[in-house]
Structure formats: structure tokens, C-alpha cells
């Protein structure tokens, strides 16, 4: 039977065993008895991850289930992303697209169309 951990108000956190049925019930502070609800646990670590991390791994998670495919549909609405907050012909550095014959991963990095990205085409 696993062991869940609950909080009173009064007295804090406490464990208990619950079967899997009963797991989101409420139980019994054992030093006052008053019903207290479950809680999770999280490591300390899972809130200092990095921003740019954390953004990189929200949008793998998405990737794994709904993977953005390089339309023509979806590189015009990027353009219009692009446009929108740097306006047109703003002529920074950021990727252009649509004219690019690169390919690009989830987290960013470049993906040549071949299996030779050493090679440079005419």
C-alpha cells in the first residue's frame, strides 16, 4: 500500500497509507484527527531550473505530442510572428523564414536537409 503525504493547518505535514482507490481522500491528522488533504511533493531543484531550460523542455513536452511540421501555412504565420514584433524589414539577424533551405529542431539548433552538413551546395 503506497504512503502518501497530507498537512494538517495545525501540526504539518504527515504520512499515511492509502490504498490507490482512496488515494485523494482526505485523512486524519494523527495528533488531532482533523481531516487533512493530500499534498505533493516537489524537489527543491524543479524551481531553480534555468528559464531558457525550462522553456526548451515545455516546448520538447509539446514536441513529443504534437510536433511542429515546416509548412508553408506555418513558416507564413512565423514570418508574421517575426514581423509583428520587429516590423518589416526590420533586417536583424533573426532566422528568415521561408528563405532558408535549413531545417530546425525543437530546441532551436540547425538540421541540414542532408546527411552531409559539412557539404556546402551551389
Not at 482533523?34 to 509539446?62: C, H, Q, W, Y
Not at 528563405?99 to 530546441?107: C, E, P, V
Request: net charge neutral; hydrophobic share 30%; proline share 7%.
Amino acid at each position: 500500500m503506497p504512503v502518501y503525504d497530507y498537512k494538517c493547518r495545525d501540526h504539518g505535514l504527515f504520512y499515511a497509507l492509502a490504498t490507490m482507490d482512496e488515494f485523494d481522500q482526505p485523512q486524519p491528522c494523527p495528533e488531532c484527527g482533523e481531516l487533512s488533504g493530500k499534498v505533493i511533493m516537489l524537489p527543491t531543484n524543479v524551481f531553480k531550473v534555468d528559464d531558457t531550460e525550462r522553456k526548451a523542455r515545455d516546448r520538447n513536452e509539446k514536441a513529443i505530442h504534437s510536433p511542429i511540421l515546416s509548412t508553408p501555412d506555418y513558416r507564413e504565420e512565423e514570418q508574421a510572428r517575426h514581423e509583428h514584433k520587429h516590423g518589416k524589414g526590420c533586417g536583424c539577424n533573426h532566422q528568415k523564414i521561408g528563405k532558408s533551405k535549413l531545417f530546425w529542431t525543437a530546441n532551436g539548433e540547425k538540421m541540414f536537409p542532408s546527411a552531409r552538413p559539412w557539404m556546402i551546395s551551389h
